[in-house]
C-alpha cells in the first residue's frame, strides 16, 4: 500500500494463456435463455401488479448481520460473505425478503399495508446440480401489515394463479404451520439456543428422519443430551424454575439430606451446581419431549380433510391450542375462492421451509416433473423479522418467492419449449458485393426505425456464406441488396433450414422492391417486427439449465 493506505496494482501482470471457466454453480445465459428469463420474469411481475404490489429495488451487497440475525442456519451455512477494505462484513444477499424488511424499516415511516415485489440475483453455496445453482434469480412479494387467513389465502393463491398464467399447470401447493411446533417449545418453557435449533429441527426430521436430528442436537448441545452425572436426590425437586424461592428451597432440602458431609464445599457452592444439574435434567426432557413432538408432527401429511384430523388428534393428545389448525382449515376454503382447487392443496406440518424467521403458516408449490429439485416457489408468515431486524414496532408480514430457473424447466417439462415462448424470426441484410456497404447500412436502418428487427451482415463473406449462416442462426428471411438493383430497394426472400432461399416465395414480395413496399409486408406478416431478436432456432445443453460442467 502506499502512504495514502490506497492497494498499489503492480505494473505488470502475469500472462495466463489458458481460458478462464465461469465460477462453479453459476451459468452464461445465451440469448435464448436470458430472453426466456426474461419473458418469464415480465410475466411474474404483470400478475404481481395486478394484485397491487409495488416494485422494488435492493442492493445486492448487505451487510451480513441481516442475515445472521435470524435467517437461520440453512441460510448462514451456505452464505457468501467476506471483509472489505474497511473492515466490515459484507454478503451476497442469498434471497430477498431480509432485504425488502431492512429497507421497509429505514422509511421515514412505515406505509402499511405495504405491498412490494422485488426481482435479482440471489447468492448460495449451494451444490450444483439441474435447477440448483450458486447464482439464480428471484421474483417474489412481501406484504407487511398484513393480519390473518385472509391475506394468507391471498399470498398462496398469487403463487397458484401466477403459474397458471404462465401456463404451469402441474403443481401442487404444501402448506403447513411452523407456529404449532413454536407453541409446544413456549408450552415447555424452551427458550433462546435450544428453540432456535429445535425449530430448524423440523426440516431435518422431515428430510433426514428424527435420529439424525437427535445426533445432530447432540453435537450442538451435549449438555441436554448427554447428562455427565447424576445426583442422588435429584427426583426430590425437579424444577425449571431458577428463581431465588426455589434455590432457597432447594438449599434447605440440601441441608436436611447431606448434613455434615459437604466437605470443603459450602452449602451454596453445593446448592447451585445441584440446581444447575437439575435444570439441565428439565430441560433434557423437554427437549426430549419436543423430539417426539417434532416427529409426530412430521408424519402429519396428505389431503386437507385426513391431514387436519390427524393433526386434531395429535395437538389433543399434547394439550395444545388447536386454533392453528383452524386457521389452516379457513385458508383453505379461502383458497378455493380464489379459484385454487382443493385437490391441488396437501398439508405437511413437517414444512418449516429451513428458514428461521417463520412464524406461522409456510407453504410450497411443487412441480411433479421436476424430481428432487421440484420446487418453484416457497414461502409464509415472519411476524417477528421487522422487529429483528431494527424495525419500532412488531408487524405482521408475509410474503414468497419464485426461483426463475426453475419455472423455466418446468415450462420446458410441460410444453417441451425449454426457451419459453417463441422467438420472432428477424432479417438478415447482406450486401451482394463489398461495395454494396453504403446501400446494406441505409437499408437496415431503414428497417430498424421502423420496429423491425434486423441484423447486418458485417463479415465481409461471399453472399452463399452469408445464406448459409443465416439458415444456420435461425434468421427465416434474406434481404440482398445490390447497386444494380434500383436505388432503395432489396430481395426479400426465406431461407429454408438447409441453408438457400425457398423455392417457393409466393409468401413475400417478388422481384427487387422498395423498402417501403417491404415495410408495408411486414406490417402485415408481424412475426418480424417489434421485438425479434434474430436468434436460432436450436438450443445447446447448457442453455436449458443444465450445468456444461460440475
Given amino acids: 500500500m502506499d502512504s495514502a493506505g490506497l492497494r498499489l496494482v503492480p505494473e505488470r501482470m502475469p500472462v495466463e494463456r489458458r481460458p478462464l471457466e465461469r465460477v462453479r454453480g453459476t451459468q452464461d445465459h445465451q440469448t435464448r435463455q436470458a430472453s426466456s428469463l426474461d419473458a418469464m420474469r415480465t410475466k411474474c411481475e404483470s400478475a404481481f401488479g395486478l394484485h397491487g404490489f409495488r416494485r422494488v429495488d435492493v442492493p445486492v451487497l448487505e451487510p451480513a448481520e441481516l442475515h445472521l440475525r435470524k435467517s437461520g442456519l440453512e441460510i448462514i451455512s451456505k452464505l457468501y460473505s467476506f471483509h472489505d477494505l474497511g473492515g466490515r462484513r459484507i454478503c451476497l444477499r442469498p434471497e430477498l425478503t431480509a432485504s425488502i424488511v431492512r429497507a421497509a424499516i429505514a422509511q421515514p415511516s412505515p406505509r402499511l399495508p405495504d405491498k412490494m415485489f422485488a426481482t435479482g440475483p440471489v447468492f448460495r453455496y449451494e451444490r450444483p446440480s439441474r435447477g440448483r445453482f450458486r447464482q439464480f434469480m428471484q421474483t417474489g412479494v412481501e406484504v407487511l401489515g398484513a393480519e390473518g387467513v385472509l391475506a394468507d389465502a391471498e399470498i398462496i393463491a398469487l403463487a397458484a394463479t401466477t403459474l397458471d398464467s404462465i401456463g404451469i399447470t402441474k403443481y401442487t401447493v404444501t402448506i403447513g404451520n411452523v407456529g404449532i411446533l413454536g407453541e409446544l417449545l413456549t408450552h415447555l418453557g424452551l427458550t433462546g439456543r435450544r428453540r432456535a435449533l429445535l425449530l430448524e429441527s423440523l426440516e431435518d426430521a422431515r428430510r433426514h428422519g428424527i435420529e ?40 434447605r432440602l440440601v441441608a436436611q439430606t447431606s448434613a455434615g458431609d459437604l466437605g470443603r464445599r459450602t452449602l451454596e457452592d453445593v446448592t447451585t451446581r445441584l440446581a444447575a444439574r437439575m435444570h439441565a435434567d428439565t430441560a433434557r426432557a423437554a427437549v426430549d419431549r419436543a423430539l417426539a413432538f417434532i416427529d409426530e408432527l412430521g408424519a402429519v401429511r396428505g389431503d386437507p380433510d385426513t391431514a387436519l384430523d390427524a393433526a386434531r388428534a395429535l395437538l389433543l393428545t399434547h394439550g395444545l391450542d388447536p386454533k392453528p389448525l383452524d386457521q389452516l382449515s379457513e385458508t383453505i376454503t379461502l383458497l378455493d375462492a380464489f379459484g385454487v382447487r382443493r385437490e391441488r392443496v396437501q398439508i405437511d406440518l413437517g414444512l418449516s421451509r429451513g428458514l428461521q424467521y417463520y412464524t406461522g403458516m409456510v407453504f410450497e408449490v411443487d412441480h411433479e416433473a421436476l424430481g428432487a429439485e421440484k420446487q418453484l416457489c416457497g414461502g409464509g408468515r415472519y411476524d417477528d423479522l421487522y422487529r429483528v431486524l431494527g424495525g419500532r414496532q412488531s408487524v405482521t408480514a408475509i410474503g414468497f418467492a419464485f426461483g426463475l430457473e426453475r419455472l423455466v424447466l418446468a415450462k420446458d417439462a410441460e410444453t417441451g419449449d425449454g426457451n419459453g415462448d417463441q422467438v420472432p424470426d428477424a432479417v438478415f441484410v447482406v450486401p451482394s458485393n463489398p461495395g454494396d456497404a453504403v446501400i446494406a447500412a441505409r437499408a437496415a436502418t431503414a428497417l430498424r426505425q421502423k420496429g423491425v428487427t434486423t441484423t447486418l451482415d458485417t463479415s465481409g463473406r461471399a453472399a452463399r456464406g452469408a445464406v448459409a449462416f443465416a439458415a444456420r442462426e435461425g434468421f427465416a428471411y434474406l434481404a440482398m441488396v445490390s447497386r444494380e438493383d434500383p436505388p432503395g430497394t432489396l430481395r426479400l426472400r426465406p431461407i429454408t433450414p438447409d441453408g438457400v432461399p425457398a423455392d417457393d416465395t409466393s409468401a413475400v414480395p417478388d422481384g427487387p422492391i422498395p423498402i417501403t413496399s417491404a415495410l408495408e409486408w411486414f406490417r402485415e406478416n408481424p412475426t418480424v417486427s417489434s421485438g425479434g431478436t434474430g436468434l436460432p432456432r436450436s438450443t445447446n445443453r447448457a442453455e436449458n439449465g443444465t450445468e456444461a460442467r460440475s
Fill in 212 to 251: 439424525a436430528v437427535r445426533t445432530r442436537f447432540a453435537s450442538l448441545d451435549p449438555d441436554v443430551i448427554h447428562p455427565d452425572e447424576t445426583s442422588q436426590i435429584r427426583g426430590n425437586a425437579v424444577t425449571s424454575d431458577r428463581s431465588s424461592a426455589s434455590e432457597d428451597a432447594l438449599a
